[in-house]
């Protein structure tokens, strides 16, 4: 089993900044792509922002500039930078990642961690 584990959420004020880490554990031979998306009430979940192991990056052009992805290959974990943040920031933020499980297979299985709240809010 793989489990990935998001902290960091919370609320903030408009103009702040907040930083959210996703630690991936378990059966894992390799991790390609991590990425955040994430689900306002109502909306469905979308992309904030990706990561190939490589690190080339990937926004949606409501964060481009504000918010910032990283990752840290040795400890399968990925961070989610956000500055200037905005009311219409505030939504669950889930972490993502497409894991090969083991050497012998280069089957690429898609893993979500239970999501952690942000609330932009003055």
């Known amino acids: 089993q793989v489990q990935l584990v998001e902290s960091g959420g919370g609320l903030v004020q408009p103009g702040g900044s907040l930083r959210l880490s996703c630690a991936a554990s378990?059966?894992?031979?390799?991790?390609?792509?991590m990425g955040w998306y994430r689900q306002a009430p109502g909306k469905q979940r979308d992309l904030v922002a990706s990561?190939?192991?490589?690190?080339?990056?990937n926004y949606a052009d409501s964060v481009k500039d504000r918010f910032f992805i990283s990752r840290d290959n040795a400890k399968n974990t990925v961070y989610l930078q956000m500055n200037s943040l905005k009311p219409e920031d505030t939504a669950v933020y889930h972490c993502?990642?497409?894991?090969?499980?083991?050497?012998?297979?280069?089957?690429?299985?898609?893993?979500w961690g239970q999501g952690t709240q942000v609330t932009v809010s003055s």
């Open positions: 993502n990642a497409l894991v090969r499980r083991a050497i012998w297979s280069s089957r690429l299985q898609d893993y």
């Open positions: 378990g059966s894992i031979f390799s991790i390609n792509t």
């Open positions: 990561i190939t192991v490589t690190g080339s990056t």
